[in-house]
């Protein structure tokens, strides 16, 4: 049946592909695409062979995320070639295949389709230990498209990355009750930017004037702290930035029957690993995102 011979070349991609995981979010921004990039990096440092593939076709993240901004796909006669980070992180997005990252990508339904399609069977991954798919927010036809494709070859689960807010929390429920619908097994719910949390010493400490203008006095401050407490020097400083009197993701998940992974802090130093396309476990130094982060991919 030549409609969907596709399905077929697809399930042969597959086969070399131990366990494949859908990363997905209600909303936009909550850090589902800096999760993908994180847990692919924990996963390779493991020593696993790990796949990234970015099917969010609006909004290519990964690239930079990966630090890889700029590469380009190659085609051999085995298929298209993912973008290798190291021998055993290879990725691939729509983002390596635009001409300019600035220009938007406005495509139809079929053709997003279409490009999954593709990716799924004509991409040449080799083996595998993991498949991480950085899916679009919300549940739209890439996701349709997605659970469809790899029917066959089944889906292991889908992690949902929310942040503590009702409004955020409103839309995890759907994304839940997308993957009961279709057949995906919910790994869990990561709670992220829960809460502000950053080592003291990297705060700044201002100090408002009278004509509402503020002088940083932050040199001032620790040297204080150095002085007369020492041992407060290595406090770690949280606060609450988002609204989570509803009880946050840990509620939702029990009312909901499925896990909770826990909660990643806001953490400048991860957005700075982000931005640079870097792992959080070994390039740069997120003294509190990377322990809690660790946390969790160690429960998957
Ligand atoms: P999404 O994929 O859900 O749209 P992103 O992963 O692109 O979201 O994250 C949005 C922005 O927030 C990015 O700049 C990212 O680096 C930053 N970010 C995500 N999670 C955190 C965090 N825990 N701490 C600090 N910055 C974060």
Redesign the pocket.
């Known amino acids: 049946n030549g409609s969907t011979d596709y399905l077929v070349a697809i399930a042969e991609r597959m086969a070399t592909v131990k366990h494949k995981i859908l990363v997905l ?1 209600g909303k ?8 993908s990039a994180q847990l692919s990096f924990a996963l390779a440092a493991k020593d696993f062979q790990v796949g990234l593939l970015d099917i ?1 076709i609006c ?1 290519p ?1 990964i690239p930079k995320m990966l630090g890889l901004e700029g590469q380009d796909i190659h085609q051999s006669n085995l298929g298209w070639s993912p973008v290798y980070v190291e021998s055993n992180l290879g990725v691939m997005s729509i983002g390596f295949m635009l001409p300019n990252p600035d220009e938007a990508v406005i495509w139809r339904g079929p053709r997003k389709n279409g490009i999954i399609k593709q990716f799924l069977k004509d991409v040449y991954w080799g083996e595998l230990d993991f498949l991480v798919v950085d899916a679009p ?1 919300g549940t739209s036809d890439e996701h349709i498209s997605i659970v469809q494709f790899l029917q066959a070859t089944g889906i292991d689960g889908a992690i949902i ?1 929310t942040t503590p807010q009702q409004v955020s929390l409103i839309d995890v429920r759907k994304e839940v009750n997308f993957c009961k619908k279709v057949g995906v097994p919910i790994l869990g719910v990561v709670e ?2 829960s809460g502000l949390c950053q080592p003291l010493t990297d705060f700044r400490f201002l100090k408002l004037t009278e004509t509402g203008e503020h002088t940083d006095v932050t040199e001032k401050v620790i040297q204080y702290l150095r002085e007369k407490a020492p041992e407060m020097v290595d406090l770690i400083a949280a606060s609450e930035v988002f609204d989570s009197s509803g009880g946050g993701a840990a509620k939702m998940c029990a009312e909901m029957g499925v896990p909770f992974l826990g909660k ?5 130093q ?2 700075k690993a ?2 640079e396309g870097k792992s959080c476990f070994t390039d740069q130094k997120c003294s509190v ?1 990377a322990p809690a982060l660790k946390n969790i991919i160690e429960k998957l």
């Open positions: 979010s936009g921004g909550v850090g589902k695409s800096t999760f969010d909004g993240s927010p990355v992220n930017m990643v802090p806001l953490d400048p991860l957005c982000a931005e995102s």
